[in-house]
T-cell receptor, first 111, second 115 residues
Framework: AQRVTQPEKLLSVFKGAPVELKCNYS??????LFWYVQYSRQRLQLLLR??SRESIKGFTADLNKGETSFHLKKPFAQEEDSAMYYC?????????????FGKGTKLSVKP | DAGVTQSPTHLIKTRGQHVTLRCSPI?????VSWYQQVLGQGPQFIFQ???????GRGNFPDRFSARQFPNYSSELNVNALLLGDSALYLC??????????????FGEGSRLTVL
């Protein structure tokens, strides 16, 4: 079955510490991969997409096809990074045209 | 641009009733997707419409239905409401079909409480 797993419900770090939010997926083929973020009192929005190979707000995400993982990383966390983060694969094969969201990880960055 | 707008923002219904949720996509976007988000969970896909045709359906009962109008706005209907239908219902629009290089733009959601 198609599945996306974010093992940590809550991740708490201090400002300036590195942060890694984990995401594992199980799909046939190679899905496109996205990270979405929801800041307090804001809408769910795209943070970054794998296909763009971009770094947004200091975050990067590495696709590891062997481990079927797409972990989100930032070397130095800031307080404004506190938010809910959702990993969202788009399975290219057998897709119904939709993103599938993980359960999310709440990142809390303490001063 | 106001972004994706949804109405109503909050509503309370009783079991067995019917509800209609509405969504206006960003101007120029032809696809609308509906998601259900239960507290503590990620958004779960319900429907996607593109150019007024259903292009995808998630694992939801037939009590859930939707449609897209010529102006690309959309309605989500839920019949015979159950307590478990209490959730935040999110609408998202995109230029084309979601996924691939597409980006979903979300509304603020309609929070449904079923008593």
């Amino acid at each position: 079955a198609q599945r996306v797993t974010q093992p940590e419900k809550l991740l708490s770090v201090f400002k300036g510490a590195p942060v890694e939010l984990k995401c594992n997926y199980s799909y046939s083929g190679s899905p496109e991969l996205f990270w979405y973020v929801q800041y307090s009192r804001q809408r769910l929005q795209l943070l970054l997409r794998h296909i763009s190979r971009e770094s947004i707000k200091g975050f990067t995400a590495d696709l590891n096809k062997g481990e079927t993982s797409f972990h989100l990383k930032k070397p130095f966390a800031q307080e404004e990074d506190s938010a809910m983060y959702y990993c969202a694969p788009y399975p290219l094969e057998g897709s119904q045209g939709n993103l599938i969201f993980g359960k999310g990880t709440k990142l809390s960055v303490k001063p | 641009d106001a972004g994706v707008t949804q109405s109503p923002t909050h509503l309370i219904k009783t079991r067995g009733q019917h509800v209609t949720l509405r969504c206006s996509p960003i101007s120029g976007h032809k696809s609308v997707s509906w998601y259900q988000q239960v507290l503590g969970q990620g958004p779960q896909f319900i429907f996607q419409y593109y150019e007024k045709e259903e292009r995808g359906r998630g694992n939801f009962p037939d009590r859930f239905s939707a449609r897209q109008f010529p102006n690309y706005s959309s309605e989500l209907n839920v019949n015979a409401l159950l307590l478990g239908d209490s959730a935040l219902y999110l609408c998202a629009s995109s230029l084309g079909l979601a996924g691939g290089s597409g980006e979903l733009f979300f509304g603020e959601g309609s929070r449904l409480t079923v008593l």
